[in-house]
């Protein structure tokens, strides 16, 4: 209770501080609800002339800072600030138009238990315990180049209403066009570590002890590749065998070729001890092992 009152007085010095040093903006907390029902405390500063704004979040802050405002660390939020403004008005007017936004659709999986509340607001398709969500990926010469970061938001049943479309032709266009333009991709967790420091070497013995495979996409939201059945049916043709697949984060899985010595049990311990752990909590995308059949597909969650 003593932190969430000392984070409460940080967030309102910074209030404060901001609105010293931007006396003509209006300066706003705002509470962002992420995946998982993560909830994070941001400071808006607007500019009556400028359509979009930065949201600092001020966790990471008050972190590093050790919950103490210095007059230093007001001028670093001040030039983080300044680098996120896109500072000159933009058209957003094609936002309104569905086929001019249409080919900018992606989706991505979340937990769906985790997100129940959440997902009231937002066209959704259950993929066995988790959850198909529609966002859009703004133009990299429009806003993302500008603000030099990823700048997406998800699509919301108020957006549907806009666009005068039904959700099901929504999720399909999300869907085939994360498809089509997020090519997916297997690689060996050892060869991944090499290319990380090439001076890491193991022998094929120990390889082959535990073989491991990270898939994920080229896009954010890697942990989308769950969808790709045809890629995940090659890979266990390859390997001649079935796949237990670990949700490692929001952001790839891991792949497992099953082997009678590794209890599903065990990998669920694993996973549980990662999230809680090693994870942050919007990062997480499930606490269990799926398994796939190399006849059949995805058998019920183990």
Same mark, same amino acid.
């Given at each position: 209770?003593?932190?969430?009152?000392?984070?409460?007085?940080?967030?309102?010095?910074?209030?404060?501080?901001?609105?010293?040093?931007?006396?003509?903006?209006?300066?706003?907390?705002?509470?962002?609800?992420?995946?998982?029902?993560?909830?994070?405390?941001?400071?808006?500063?607007?500019?009556?002339?400028?359509?979009?704004?930065?949201?600092?979040?001020?966790?990471?802050?008050?972190?590093?800072?050790?919950?103490?405002?210095?007059?230093?660390?007001?001028?670093?939020?001040?030039?983080?600030?300044?680098?996120?403004?896109?500072?000159?008005?933009?058209?957003?007017?094609?936002?309104?138009?569905?086929?001019?936004?249409?080919?900018?659709?992606?989706?991505?999986?979340?937990?769906?238990?985790?997100?129940?509340?959440?997902?009231?607001?937002?066209?959704?398709?259950?993929?066995?315990?988790?959850?198909?969500?529609?966002?859009?990926?703004?133009?990299?010469?429009?806003?993302?180049?500008?603000?030099?970061?990823?700048?997406?938001?998800?699509?919301?049943?108020?957006?549907?209403?806009?666009?005068?479309?039904?959700?099901?032709?929504?999720?399909?266009?999300?869907?085939?066009?994360?498809?089509?333009?997020?090519?997916?991709?297997?690689?060996?967790?050892?060869?991944?570590?090499?290319?990380?420091?090439?001076?890491? =070497?193991?022998?094929?013995?120990?390889?082959?002890?535990?073989?491991?495979?990270?898939?994920?996409?080229?896009?954010?939201?890697?942990?989308?590749?769950?969808?790709?059945?045809?890629?995940?049916?090659?890979?266990?043709?390859?390997?001649?065998?079935?796949?237990?697949?670990?949700? =490692?984060?929001?952001?790839?899985?891991?792949?497992? &070729?099953?082997?009678?010595?590794?209890? &599903?049990?065990?990998?669920?311990?694993?996973?549980?001890?990662?999230?809680?752990?090693?994870?942050?909590?919007?990062?997480?995308?499930?606490?269990?092992?799926?398994?796939?059949?190399?006849?059949?597909?995805?058998?019920?969650?183990?």
């Amino acid at each position: 209770m003593t932190e969430i009152i000392e984070f409460e007085s940080f967030t309102e010095e910074v209030r404060k501080a901001m609105e010293l040093k931007y006396p003509d903006n209006k300066v706003e907390i705002k509470r962002v609800t992420k995946n998982n029902g993560v909830i994070y405390t941001g400071v808006c500063i607007k500019d009556e002339n400028e359509l979009i704004y930065p949201t600092m979040y001020l966790e990471p802050f008050y972190e590093e800072m050790g919950g103490e405002l210095t007059d230093a660390a007001v001028e670093k939020m001040c030039r983080v600030y300044e680098s996120r403004r896109i500072g000159e008005p933009l058209s957003l007017n094609y936002l309104k138009d569905y086929e001019e936004i249409r080919k900018g659709l992606r989706c991505k999986l979340i937990n769906y238990d985790s997100n129940r509340e959440f997902l009231e607001n937002v066209p959704h398709r259950l993929f066995m315990d988790l959850a198909i969500v529609p966002y859009y990926a703004f133009k990299k010469d429009d806003i993302t180049a500008l603000i030099n970061g990823e700048a997406t938001f998800v699509v919301r049943i108020s957006h549907l209403e806009m666009w005068n479309r039904e959700a099901d032709t929504v999720l399909e266009d999300a869907i085939s066009n994360t498809f089509r333009e997020e090519e997916a991709s297997i690689v060996g967790i050892y060869e991944m570590l090499k290319k990380l420091n090439p001076a890491f =070497s193991l022998t094929p013995d120990k390889e082959a002890e535990c073989p491991m495979y990270i898939m994920s996409t080229k896009g954010p939201n890697g942990a989308v590749s769950m969808m790709y059945k045809d890629k995940i049916s090659e890979f266990c043709d390859s390997m001649n065998c079935d796949v237990y697949i670990i949700p =490692s984060s929001i952001n790839e899985v891991i792949l497992v &070729p099953v082997d009678n010595n590794m209890e &599903p049990s065990m990998i669920n311990d694993m996973i549980r001890e990662i999230n809680r752990t090693q994870l942050d909590a919007v990062e997480v995308l499930s606490d269990h092992v799926y398994y796939f059949e190399r006849s059949t597909g995805y058998k019920e969650a183990v």
